[in-house]
């Protein structure tokens, strides 16, 4: 099977922004959105999300651990945009999925945003023994409507193949760290090959030494674009759907400035050979929160 991807260019990055992915269930989920991660106040989330929305975001990203999504909620609402030209997705926090609480949890989020349904609702992290019960709540919401599609974020191979054993309902998005030095491929071929669709996380390394790579560095220079510009294109050539953060007006723009060019067959194959397993944030199968 050939995995999509965001090959073509676009007229204009409003374009681009809409452009969508199909999910394994029929829905459709933008390639690119903002993340809201370490946004914890509600102004300045909804500050974010506004004027995202304004330069022509469609999909926003946050979860009950971000502690934003109240203000996520103001932003969507204060944008004007009509609720079904948009994409939400929240998260379960690893706490509610210990206690059980999933449902109760997601009724929660569903009143922070204000929202009477979610684009996508993900169980955060695979929690030990408790990954299969979390799932059929989540089964459960999607069958009463309150969700479009569900999904999972930080799954690893054995815990999709623990997880496919029991499901009903094959996950829609599996959200990973992913950027140049993880790109975690016999993962990703998974996921694919069971037509789970790749998000990125921290897809800039959350501007970590990735922005000052030399190889990267060459591209950039080369396309007169900026190295955030370059991973972000190749995340959506590459077929991974994106979520870069950032609170600044002059990134938001910076980092969405990524339809109306591509990446060579030979820039492709150079940043491929950038992975280094090099993991920033926790690794799934040691975590301890
Ligand atoms: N599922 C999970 O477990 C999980 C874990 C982590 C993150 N996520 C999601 O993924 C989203 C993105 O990941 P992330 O926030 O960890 O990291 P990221 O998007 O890789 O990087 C964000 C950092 O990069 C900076 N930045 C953004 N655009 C830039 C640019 N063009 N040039 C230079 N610096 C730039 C931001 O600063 P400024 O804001 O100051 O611009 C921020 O410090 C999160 O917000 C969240 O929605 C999910």
Same mark, same amino acid.
């Given at each position: 099977?050939?995995?999509?991807?965001?090959?073509g260019? $676009?007229?204009?990055v409003?374009?681009?922004?809409?452009?969508?992915?199909?999910?394994?269930?029929?829905v459709?989920m933008p390639?690119?959105?903002?993340g809201?991660f370490?946004?914890?106040?509600d102004?300045?989330? @909804?500050a974010?999300?506004?004027a995202a929305?304004?330069l022509?975001y469609?999909?926003?990203?946050?979860?009950a651990?971000y502690?934003?999504?109240?203000?996520?909620g103001e932003?969507?609402?204060?944008?004007g945009?009509p609720?079904?030209e948009? $994409?939400?997705?929240?998260?379960?926090?690893?706490?509610?999925i210990?206690?059980?609480?999933?449902?109760? @949890?997601f009724n929660h989020s569903?009143?922070?945003?204000?929202?009477?349904?979610?684009d996508?609702?993900?169980?955060?992290?695979?929690?030990?023994?408790?990954?299969?019960?979390?799932?059929?709540?989540?089964?459960?919401?999607?069958?009463?409507?309150?969700?479009r599609?569900?999904?999972?974020?930080n799954?690893m191979?054995?815990?999709l193949?623990?997880?496919?054993?029991a499901?009903?309902?094959?996950?829609?998005v599996?959200?990973?760290e992913?950027?140049?030095?993880l790109q975690?491929k016999?993962?990703?071929?998974?996921?694919?090959?069971h037509g789970i669709?790749?998000? @990125?996380?921290?897809?800039?390394q959350?501007?970590?030494?990735?922005?000052?790579d030399?190889?990267l560095?060459?591209?950039?220079?080369?396309l007169?674009r900026?190295v955030?510009q370059?991973v972000?294109?190749w995340?959506?050539?590459?077929?991974i759907?994106?979520?870069?953060?950032?609170v600044h007006?002059?990134?938001?723009?910076?980092n969405?400035a990524?339809?109306d060019?591509?990446?060579?067959?030979?820039?492709?194959?150079?940043?491929?050979?950038l992975?280094?397993?090099?993991r920033?944030?926790?690794d799934?199968?040691? $975590?301890n929160?």
């Amino acid at each position: 099977m050939r995995r999509p991807t965001l090959a073509g260019t $676009f007229a204009s990055v409003r374009e681009g922004l809409g452009a969508r992915v199909k999910l394994n269930n029929g829905v459709q989920m933008p390639w690119f959105g903002l993340g809201v991660f370490q946004v914890p106040r509600d102004s300045d989330a @909804a500050a974010a999300v506004r004027a995202a929305i304004e330069l022509g975001y469609r999909s926003i990203d946050t979860a009950a651990l971000y502690r934003n999504e109240r203000g996520v909620g103001e932003g969507l609402k204060s944008s004007g945009v009509p609720r079904e030209e948009l $994409f939400v997705t929240t998260k379960v926090w690893n706490d509610d999925i210990r206690a059980g609480r999933v449902e109760a @949890a997601f009724n929660h989020s569903l009143k922070l945003l204000g929202l009477d349904y979610v684009d996508l609702y993900l169980l955060h992290w695979p929690i030990r023994g408790r990954s299969v019960e979390a799932w059929r709540a989540l089964e459960r919401l999607l069958r009463s409507g309150r969700v479009r599609a569900i999904g999972v974020s930080n799954y690893m191979i054995p815990h999709l193949e623990e997880l496919l054993a029991a499901a009903a309902v094959v996950p829609a998005v599996n959200q990973i760290e992913f950027h140049p030095y993880l790109q975690s491929k016999p993962l990703v071929a998974h996921c694919q090959r069971h037509g789970i669709q790749v998000e @990125a996380w921290s897809p800039l390394q959350q501007a970590g030494p990735l922005l000052r790579d030399p190889v990267l560095t060459a591209i950039a220079r080369r396309l007169q674009r900026t190295v955030a510009q370059v991973v972000l294109r190749w995340d959506v050539q590459s077929g991974i759907a994106t979520i870069p953060k950032t609170v600044h007006p002059a990134r938001l723009a910076e980092n969405a400035a990524i339809f109306d060019f591509a990446l060579t067959d030979a820039d492709m194959a150079a940043i491929a050979a950038l992975d280094r397993n090099e993991r920033n944030g926790a690794d799934p199968f040691t $975590f301890n929160f």
